[in-house]
């Protein structure tokens, strides 16, 4: 990862025309009533579930000619959402996005941009780049396409649950503000920037590349997205390798480490943060990540989770409880992903632990 120089602003955050994912979402859910056909090559994913903008379309909006090319908008899971860009813009048009909630894994393989954070500055991108952003609320961002050249990129929204769902373990050992995110704390501006890795690069082009229609199409853009996410997510961990094998614990912080495992089992609802939780029995952070899992074979976050899903599977099995009110009481908000999570651990979907009861 490189540090980010942001600089003083040249340009403006616009306030017209906004783009965000409530937006995005409300026209994916407008096209199901559209009279296009769908599954075509001028819209190539399932009605309802992706949609392709065409840049002479975005023209009836800016009033003018804007470039040539198309932008598409495809949800992939509750959680995940992706857009594909391949256009050349005729000029310098500029977009007002709302601070929002969604964390956004932006891979470009070609093209000119400008980011501008309200109160942060503002950063000039070309050729290649990919960079990790969170602009939470009151945070708003102008996004600039400068012109001339072919921006060609993919950019995938992750909610705060994917990381927690997905990512298991890899969530301990991502940066401080990732973390905060993933667990549902305040949100606060994240900017990193990573390396065009060639599996980047490969799936940008593959997706681009592809002759898939309709819901194999989605399909394969659910894979690609997931290979940007993984090495994204994979050099964000290199800078703080925790290096468990070679922690030593003295008897002393093994109590220690005993009683945080205490505190998360009695406070798993709303666990603590790790620094806090270093603070509050007198250890380290580092040694309190790399001994804990040293001792328990598993994180602070899995055994967190772990609390969580077997405080869901008393509910299903001995209190009648239903599938979304054991997810909802294990903190998922999404019934599909507590589902996921649930079988991986219990090796039985919790539909299945329910009939038992």
């Known amino acids: 990862m490189s540090k980010v120089q942001f600089l003083a602003p040249s340009l403006s955050v616009p306030e017209w025309p906004v783009s965000d994912r409530v937006l995005d979402r409300e026209m994916l859910r407008s096209s199901v009533d559209s009279p296009e056909a769908f599954a ?4 190539p994913y399932p009605r309802g579930a992706g949609l392709r903008i065409r840049f002479e379309e975005i023209e009836r909006i800016f009033g003018r000619k804007v470039g040539e090319g198309y932008s598409d908008f495809i949800q992939l899971s509750d959680d995940m959402y992706a857009r594909v860009v391949n256009a050349r813009v005729a000029v310098p048009t500029g977009l007002h996005c709302r601070g929002e909630d969604w ?4 891979v470009y393989t070609s093209g000119r941009q400008s980011l501008v954070f309200q109160e942060v500055g503002q950063i000039d991108l070309q050729a290649r780049w990919c960079h990790v952003h969170l602009h939470p609320e009151g945070i708003a961002k102008g996004d600039w396409m400068q012109q001339g050249t072919v921006g060609t990129g993919m950019i995938v929204y992750l909610r705060a649950a994917y990381l927690r769902d997905r ?24 900017f990193e920037s990573l390396p065009v890795t060639a599996n980047m690069a490969s799936a940008v082009a593959d997706v681009l590349a592809t002759p898939y229609l309709g819901s194999l199409r989605r399909l394969f853009l659910e894979s690609k997205a997931t290979e940007v996410v993984s090495s994204a997510f994979h050099a964000l961990t290199q800078s703080d390798n925790l290096a468990v094998g070679r922690v030593r614990l003295r008897q002393r912080d093994v109590e220690r480490l005993h009683h945080v495992r205490t505190l998360i089992e ?6 603590p943060p790790i620094a806090e939780l270093a603070r509050r029995v007198g250890i380290n952070q580092q040694k309190l990540k790399c001994g804990f899992k040293a001792l328990f074979g598993m994180t602070i976050f ?13 509910m299903l099995e001995n209190r009648g409880a239903s599938v979304t009110e054991a997810a909802l009481a294990a903190g998922y908000e999404y019934p599909s992903n507590f589902a996921i999570a649930f079988k991986r651990k219990y090796g039985v979907p919790p539909k299945e632990l329910r ?3």
Do not use: H, M, W
């Open 355 to 357: 009939k038992r009861s």
């Open 167 to 190: 990512l298991a373990e890899t969530v301990d050992r991502l940066p401080k503000a990732l973390r905060d995110f993933a667990c549902d704390r305040p949100a606060s501006f994240i």
């Open 266 to 271: 009695r406070e798993y609802s709303d666990p």
């Open 302 to 314: 899995e055994c967190c989770q772990g609390k969580r899903l077997s405080v869901a599977a008393d």
């Open 103 to 106: 964390l956004k894994i932006e």
């Open 40 to 43: 075509t090559v001028n819209q």
